[in-house]
């Protein structure tokens, strides 16, 4: 631990960050313990003493109080992240460092920073030789202080350079770094704004699965608290399942009742859920069960229109004793219907992530994405690894469900899962997730869904024409062309106009 403000004849720092928040403190303890020699810099620059004089003390840490005095402590070709928070602050601090840069620098930025942001910046610091790496960064304070899962993207001259550093302190899965080059421009920021859109939709099938337990099946916190532990031995272990069981036997110590049960039920939100189900709606690709996770929210939030609902809107319920017979059915069931909707979800991710890859140019890294999110991270879990093997096996799969392993194990969980949707709506209990990811599934297997009467009402209120199916042509409806039909006889005759597809 030194101060670094006066120019050194050798600069020894191996990184520079920028931002001693918790996430930025972690980071450089974690990278210090690692033997890399940190130079840091905050704002506020009594952060910077206090860290010194506190947290990093006796490691290779050395403080600065100027932009300045950071770059000049700092080996060739620079390596700077920024932690601080999204939006100006990352700009600010990249034109305050500019005039100190050369050539071939690196800049990071791992905080929360919308992708489109990354994307410019990307484009704005390559036009002036530096290169720009827009990394994820999850784990909270936690990974970032013993192995976050990281999600760089960008300039990847810049991999190279910063890779050794990276997968040391990345969190490690069966021996594996939880850390490897994600793609072009914003695509790490993309990556980890979809890692958290599904983080999303993990803890909303956890809910749901835990609001069936309680209002159809009558089980107390403890009983769930159970049901989770023994999950967490199976299909579903991860980190969310876990957290959820020691949350339902966390009791309150006044009244030895479950915590849980105290809170509000309204939920928050920051932001990146929204901004994936947005993308996904921009791309045109149906991430539903993502989308269902963020409305879920949005519900939840309107607590006093559902208190004056709950008392004018009918429906059923559960009032006395629980109508289920075998509760080990019952619990097998949901286990499943959990499973499958997880596959759905993760399906409905790469398929958003595919799809942003062929609309950007990027080239993004499928397998390493699975073994990123394998550990680390909040969605962490024994399921990625079954991701990671199916795309290490053909990274060019069309659609996750479409892998042996997938389609076998949706197709074995497919009568729990519609057996516990069909008991949350007997009982009139919402399951959002559950149920949209059924409803994706049953219309993916359709070869025929009933978008031809769509294509019909559209043309006969708008002449937005339509096309004819395959084998269908006839000489009124011609194959190979846009139609519009004359559906009202409007003008005397029955007529189609055709116009070259
Ligand atoms: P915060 O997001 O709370 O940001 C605090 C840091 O930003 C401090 O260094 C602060 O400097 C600096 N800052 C702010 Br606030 N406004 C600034 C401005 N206008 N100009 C310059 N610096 C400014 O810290 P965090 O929770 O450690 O997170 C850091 C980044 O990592 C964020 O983007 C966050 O979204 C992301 N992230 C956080 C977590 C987590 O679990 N917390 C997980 C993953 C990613 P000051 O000390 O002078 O106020």
Not at 214 to 228: L, M, P, Q, S
Not at 323 to 330: C, G, L
Not at 397 to 410: E, R, S, T, V
């Amino acid at each position: 631990m030194s101060t670094g403000d006066s120019k050194p004849s050798e600069p020894k720092g191996d990184f520079g960050l920028i931002g001693l928040a918790v996430m930025g403190q972690n980071l450089i303890l974690n990278a210090a313990d690692h033997g890399y020699t940190v130079v840091c810099y905050n704002r506020t620059t009594s952060k910077v003493d206090h860290f010194l004089a506190n947290e990093a003390k006796g490691k290779p840490i050395i403080g600065v109080h100027s932009v300045q005095a950071l770059v000049e402590n700092l080996k060739r070709p620079r390596k700077i992240m920024l932690l601080v928070k999204a939006g100006d602050a990352v700009d600010n601090f990249i034109n305050q460092l500019l005039p100190f840069l050369e050539k071939g620098d690196i800049v990071i930025d791992g905080g929360n920073s919308h992708f489109p942001d990354s994307n410019r910046r990307f484009a704005e610091l390559k036009e002036k030789g530096i290169l720009f790496v827009g990394t994820g960064v999850s784990g909270g304070e936690e990974g970032a202080r013993t192995g976050p899962s990281l999600m760089p993207g960008g300039n990847e001259a810049a991999w190279p350079e910063i890779k050794g550093i990276f997968q040391d302190i990345a969190a490690k899965s069966d021996g594996e770094p939880c850390c490897d080059w994600v793609g072009d421009a914003g695509a790490g920021h993309y990556v980890k704004m979809v890692h958290n859109g599904i983080e999303y939709g993990d803890m909303q099938l956890i809910c749901e699965a835990y609001d069936v337990m309680k209002r159809v099946g009558k089980f107390t916190d403890k009983e769930i608290a159970d049901v989770f532990a023994t999950w967490n031995n199976g299909v579903l272990d991860s980190f969310l399942i876990e957290i959820t069981r020691d949350i339902l036997n966390f009791n309150d110590p006044t009244d030895n009742t479950p915590v849980v049960e105290k809170i509000l039920d309204t939920a928050g939100q920051k932001g990146t859920g929204k901004w994936t189900a947005v993308n996904a709606l921009d791309l045109g690709i149906p991430v539903t069960l993502i989308g269902e996770a963020v409305f879920s929210r949005c519900l939840s939030a309107l607590k006093d229109e559902r208190v004056k609902a709950s008392t004018i809107l009918q429906g059923p319920e559960v009032s006395g004793e629980s109508p289920v017979k075998d509760k080990q059915k019952f619990v097998d069931d949901l286990e499943q219907a959990l499973y499958a909707s997880k596959i759905i979800s993760y399906a409905q991710g790469f398929m958003l992530m595919n799809q942003a890859a062929k609309d950007y140019g990027w080239k993004l890294n499928n397998a390493g994405i699975a073994l990123m999110w394998r550990g680390g991270c909040i969605i962490r879990s024994v399921f990625l690894k079954e991701i990671t093997a199916a795309y290490r096996e053909n990274p060019h799969l069309d659609n996750l469900l479409f892998h042996p392993f997938f389609k076998d194990a949706i197709t074995k969980a497919q009568s729990g899962w519609r057996s516990s949707v069909a008991h949350a709506i007997t009982y009139g209990v919402p399951t959002p997730a559950f149920s949209t990811a059924l409803a994706f599934y049953d219309g993916l297997r359709s070869e025929k869904l009933p978008a031809n009467l769509l294509q019909a009402q559209r043309d006969y209120f708008g002449a937005h024409t339509f096309q004819v199916a395959k084998g269908k042509g006839t000489e009124f409806l011609p194959e190979n062309q846009w139609v519009h039909v004359n559906w009202t006889g409007r003008g005397g005759n029955v007529s189609a106009t055709t116009y070259d597809a």
